[in-house]
């Protein structure tokens, strides 16, 4: 009999999840891999919706967080600045970016373009062995929806989008899609929080994706994941101050 899957073996083999173990949320580092370590926490934690819209981050307190001299920090928030996950300040501070309401709808319509591509492309490729990933990812999310953790909720979304955009044999479109959702990622926990996914609600568009990738229909995909974005990004631009410009201390 096959063992049946648990979503967090799936996340951690594609190194989505990480332990939180400071104030900030952030796990400390090994000396030896300072440097990539510390970007890639930030950048995991950015994606799934650990730091919010227009928040402040302090180079001096991430540094205490994570154990290491600034020097890794700022390095790591050049990087994050450079793919527009975050943006410097006049006084040489950094933030999240709090985009406006005509920013978030550009980013919408081109994740539908990017991401739609990629979910089009998998339908021809993808196995009997990831559509049973991507239906444990779906039970998984609808008892984390039930029980309205929303941190957790999110990070299992990521696993299912990505899980199918790996199967979409492109390697161009991976980078950007992960660009895509760095600067989405601050307002994934606030569509979330304000959506109830109780009794299948938050995981329906998935199915009707699931559904469509087991029949080969890339057309049926596409449009299911573009309900499925298109509903997070409604939430958030509903909430005027979740879009609005503002300042915050981390």
Do not use: C
């Not at 799936?10 to 332990?19: D, E, P, S």
């Not at 943006?87 to 950094?94: D, F, K």
């Amino acid at each position: 009999m096959q063992r049946k899957l648990d979503y967090k073996s799936v996340i951690k083999n594609q190194g989505l999840g990480m332990t939180d173990r400071s104030p900030l949320g952030l796990v400390r580092v090994e000396r030896e891999t300072v440097q990539e370590r510390v970007y890639a926490a930030l950048r995991d934690r950015l994606m799934r919706g650990g730091f919010e819209p227009g928040q402040k981050l302090k180079i001096g307190e991430l540094a205490h967080a994570f154990g290491t001299s600034a020097m890794p920090v700022r390095e790591a928030l050049s990087r994050l600045a450079a793919e527009r996950a975050i943006e410097s300040m006049p006084n040489r501070s950094v933030r999240v970016p709090a985009l406006s309401k005509d920013a978030l709808q550009d980013l919408m319509e081109t994740r539908f373009a990017v991401e739609g591509l990629a979910v089009q492309r998998a339908a021809l490729n993808i196995s009997d062995a990831t559509l049973g990933t991507l239906r444990t990812l779906i039970e998984a999310q609808s008892e984390t929806d039930a029980e309205h953790v929303s941190e957790a909720s999110a990070e299992q979304n990521r696993a299912f989008h990505f899980t199918i955009y790996r199967e979409s044999g492109s390697s161009v479109l991976l980078p950007i899609i992960e660009s895509l959702w760095l600067q989405f990622g601050p307002y994934l926990r606030a569509a979330s929080e304000r959506f109830d996914g109780r009794e299948g609600r938050g995981t329906n568009f998935h199915v009707e994706i699931v559904d469509a990738l087991s029949r080969g229909d890339g057309t049926a995909a596409r449009a299911a994941l573009e309900s499925d974005i298109g509903r997070a990004f409604d939430l958030v631009m509903t909430a005027q101050p979740h879009w609005q410009r503002r300042d915050g201390a981390a």
